[in-house]
């Protein structure tokens, strides 16, 4: 391998490194809306409303 080899091969591996770095970072912030648990201990008396009303429709169902 030549040196401009290594260089360009050494560009690549940052480039898809900040790739994922930065697609990583990108999910933990649009993702959020779909994790229950950090959702939970955002607002827990909302999670135990929104239990309770699950649970009632439940119930009344059966």
Do not use: C
């Not at 898809?16 to 950090?38: K, N, Y």
């Amino acid at each position: 391998m030549t040196q401009m080899e290594r260089e360009i091969s050494q560009t690549l591996d940052d480039a898809i490194s900040q790739l994922d770095t930065t697609l990583h970072e990108l999910e933990a912030e649009t993702m959020p809306g779909f994790d229950l648990r950090r959702y939970a201990k955002a607002n827990p008396w909302q999670s135990v409303a929104a239990a309770v009303a699950v649970g009632f429709v439940i119930g009344m169902v059966l």
